[in-house]
């Protein structure tokens, strides 16, 4: 049983360019959030995401940053016109249900340059 | 609102001595959930413990034990015994319920530990 997949582990951007970013859950997974971790920083929640449906995306800067599950294929993060602030990890975690333990993917590390 | 502190930002420990990485927090919740996460160098984060605001008794999973003092808001990690490959980041986190709520996990800004041979 394969644990949660984030691809690519690395990416670098321009600035002004798109990020996407995919996390497949562990299978059977159906609850799926993301974190940001700025350099030196713990993790700062961005969005939970269940099949179609954004659950809460409280933690999401208001421009530039969106997020999808599809009911096939993995969730992405998606992040636009990227800034070299965005430079950060990024990691997805997944859960079976909402209110049990949730196993994290290892990340993608974004550089804009 | 919740808040995690963590007031280490870096510790040494002797291979085979005992550790205890503090951790404070801040909740008005009656109801919640505090966790401790390993991040090695190579980036990923991997759970070690959970204890639930209700729970009487302290968590332990092997090495690790959690000393949970709820009067003082604290819950601190004890690793016994450590190990080179215990050098890594902690991170101690909450929840807003019990056992998850994932959507709402508050993260502390992380403790570096470094184990010397």
């Known amino acids: 049983n394969a644990g949660v997949m984030q691809n690519p582990r690395h990416l670098v951007r321009r600035r002004g360019q798109e990020a996407r970013l995919r996390c497949s859950p562990m299978?059977?997974?159906?609850?799926v959030y993301w974190y940001r971790q700025l350099p030196e920083e713990g993790l700062k929640f961005m969005v939970y995401l269940q099949k179609e449906n954004i659950i809460d995306e409280s933690g999401m800067p208001k421009e530039r940053f969106s997020a999808e599950f599809p009911k096939e294929g993995p969730s992405i993060l998606r992040i636009q016109q990227v800034v070299r602030g965005d430079s950060a990890a990024y990691f997805c975690a997944s859960s079976p249900q909402k209110n049990t333990e949730a196993f994290f993917g290892q990340g993608t590390r974004l550089t804009v340059v | 609102a919740q808040k995690i502190t963590q007031t280490q930002p870096g510790m040494f420990v002797q291979e085979k001595e005992a550790v205890t990485l503090d951790c404070t927090y801040d909740t008005s919740d009656q109801s919640y959930g505090l966790f401790w996460y390993k991040q090695p160098s190579s980036g990923e984060m991997i759970f070690l413990i959970y204890q639930g605001s209700y729970d009487e008794q302290n968590a332990t999973e092997g090495r690790y034990s959690l000393n949970f003092q709820k009067a003082r808001k604290s819950a601190n990690l004890v690793i016994s015994a450590s190990q080179l490959g215990d050098s890594a980041m902690y991170f101690c986190a909450m929840s807003r319920h019990m056992r998850g709520s994932y959507d709402k996990v508050i993260f502390g800004p992380g403790t570096s530990l470094s184990v010397i041979p």
């Open positions: 299978k059977g997974h159906s609850h």
